[in-house]
């Protein structure tokens, strides 16, 4: 045992040795571009829709497991259907970062959201989290490209990545397959560029805000156990977020999942969020696209 874990401890060693004395992302800093319109600041307002792909990814044999199939399949059967009617109460639209998976298995639930005029974007096809060196990496992305296009029409510009993690292939492959943006990073609160590992421009990154991410603040499975946030807690932490990112002139990024913010209660609480921030008149609430499109078009009367 001992030599066992001396092993390990020189591995260890080793690897951390090896590490560059530099920052993973070395993207410049954000530029402070102003919002259109005189707003003071930007919501991204953005959905996951896993359904299913959610609780198969890890373990393909829960597919067998139907109550924990049920938690995913409430996204076609009542989650979407709801936001979707939602947005169209409150006229706004929205960026839906859907599975590969989802549009084969509910393609009448990913009719009805491009049908109501909202933006698709790619979240990999089995929702398999992005690893270096995964062989499945080239898979997941031209898969998810490939159903996309023949089942919706659709040839997305934005992509979220499915359990919020990447490396440097998949900036690579993503910039290589003619995708515009990403919203996956967490570290920062405005858009940036990516810089390749060959100091080349990448995407632009859109970033995530992690406290708007429902499935850490509601969704309580037995594979995920998170603790029940009551709607008065929610709102405090969505709205004391919203305040100081609208003071740093910022972005807030949404992550909902049908089958988190699809509930009764939650739906609720995003209603009130929702018109809590429109009410401010001074948030750009926006799809991907059109955030950055504002960015490349800063970008351009900067140069």
């Known amino acids: 045992m001992a030599a066992t874990d001396a092993l390990s401890a020189g591995g260890l060693k080793a690897g951390l040795d090896a590490l560059p004395l530099l920052p993973a992302n070395r993207a410049p800093l954000a530029t402070e571009y102003p919002w259109p319109a005189g707003q003071k600041a930007a919501m991204f307002l953005s959905f996951d829709v896993d359904a299913e792909s959610a609780w198969t990814a890890k373990d393909p044999a829960r597919y067998g497991e139907l109550v924990t199939m049920s938690f995913g399949g409430y996204e076609a059967r009542v989650g979407t259907p709801k936001l979707l009617q939602l947005l169209r109460e409150l006229g706004l639209k929205a960026t839906f970062f859907i599975t590969g998976w989802s549009v084969e298995a509910h393609p009448a639930m990913c009719e009805a959201i491009l049908k109501d005029g909202h933006e698709i974007g790619h979240h990999g096809f089995h929702h398999v989290m992005p690893q270096p060196g995964d062989p499945m990496l080239v898979e997941e992305v031209d898969r998810g490209l490939e159903t996309l296009k023949r089942r919706l029409g659709v040839v997305p510009r934005g992509y979220r990545a499915p359990s919020g993690e990447f490396c440097e292939e998949l900036r690579v492959l993503l910039k290589d397959r003619g995708l515009v943006y990403t919203s996956s990073f967490r570290d920062d609160v405005r858009p940036y ?81 929702l018109q809590h921030t429109q009410a401010l008149k001074d948030v750009w609430i926006a799809t991907g696209a059109e955030i950055a499109d504002h960015f490349i078009a800063c970008e351009g009367n900067a140069a």
């Open 193 to 273: 560029r990516h810089l390749l590992a060959d100091d080349t421009p990448g995407l632009v990154e859109l970033p995530v805000t992690a406290c708007y991410d429902d499935w850490l603040l509601g969704l309580s499975q037995r594979y995920s156990r998170h603790t029940l946030l009551t709607r008065e807690q929610v709102l405090s932490i969505w709205t004391d977020e919203l305040e100081e990112v609208r003071d740093w002139g910022g972005m807030v990024t949404t992550v909902l999942h049908p089958q988190c913010s699809g509930r009764p209660m939650r739906l609720k609480l995003l209603r009130e969020f």
